[in-house]
Nanobody
Framework: QLQLAESGGGLVQSGGSLRLSCEGS????????IGWFRQAPGKEREQVGC????????NYEDIAKGRFTISRDNAADTAYLQINNLKPEDTAVYYC??????????????WGQGTQVTVSS
């Protein structure tokens, strides 16, 4: 069974950048689209965007357009979320999830445990 593990979160100052990683194990990540999500304190989880299994297509939600970039390296079974010009409102637990295709949040089959991103002003 596919397992996902996020890493790369931490405490960063406003205006800084982070690259989050989502590493797959137990099964090749090649077959899965990867979605990125986040959940801020006291708020519902929301989708950031997704990348197709081959990496040739990416979709971003409005909250992510302009500062977020999703990429992947299938040879390394890893997907990435680059966040630039971080803002305090980006503070959240960030999750990756896998499904056969980019889709809505509730359809994603496999989830990581999340990585905390905290942005100080």
């Amino acid at each position: 069974q596919l397992q996902l593990a996020e890493s790369g979160g931490g405490l960063v100052q406003s205006g800084g950048s982070l690259r989050l990683s989502c590493e797959g194990s137990g099964f090749s990540l090649d077959y899965y689209a990867i979605g990125w999500f986040r959940q801020a304190p006291g708020k519902e989880r929301e989708q950031v965007g997704c990348i197709s299994s081959s990496g040739d297509k990416t979709n971003y939600e409005d909250i992510a357009k302009g500062r977020f970039t999703i990429s992947r390296d299938n040879a390394a079974d890893t997907a990435y979320l680059q966040i630039n010009n971080l803002k305090p409102e980006d503070t959240a637990v960030y999750y990756c999830a896998a499904h056969g295709r980019c889709t809505i949040m509730k359809e994603y089959s496999f989830w990581g445990q999340g990585t905390q991103v905290t942005v100080s002003s």
